[in-house]
């Protein structure tokens, strides 16, 4: 069955919880853990984001810690490509890049394995969520520097009114919802 984006787009929005003042007083919390947890609509999801850039577009995908890992995981087995993780500071075993960002909520550092890409490997980069877009940009950094291709940049949701597209500019987001 042919999955429109609006479908997509519906699929998250019915699965998504607000959560007032979490983790600090003034931010809303967008959990997508009902989405993760339903296995067709996830499945249907995970396709559509396949789909929108072509399952021959990249050769690995890049999960940002950690709500990125479970998208980046389910995406790399329906595909048959790779995982590189991309860690908040400390937690790689080996040597890594680093970038430093703020965000909606605070500070932040991630952190990617300098052998974690082949030169000129395509990279699919996923998340959950889009709000400021440090954490993006930060990733795609660290991609590049690591030596990674950046083949495209999906979320899941994009909050819209945090403007975080002008912060990825020129690169491309691709939001399965935006609110
Ligand atoms: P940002 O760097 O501001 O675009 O923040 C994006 C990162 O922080 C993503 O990894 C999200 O998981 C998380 N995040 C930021 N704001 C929210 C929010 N309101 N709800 C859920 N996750 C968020």
Known sequence: MHVTDQDM???VAGRVLDVPDFPQPGIVFKDLMPLFADGPAFR???DGIVAHHGPDSFDVVAG???RGFVV???IAYATGAGVVPIR???KLPRAAYSA???LEYGEATLEVHQDAFMTGQRVLLVDDVLATGGTAGAALDLIVQAN???AGFSVLLELGFLEGRKRVAPREVHAVLTV
């Open 9 to 11: 787009a519906a699929l």
């Open 44 to 46: 249907q999801v995970v």
């Open 64 to 66: 940002i810690e950690a």
């Open 72 to 74: 980046a995981a389910a």
């Open 88 to 90: 908040k500071a400390g």
């Open 100 to 102: 430093s960002y703020s």
């Open 148 to 150: 990674g291709s950046v």
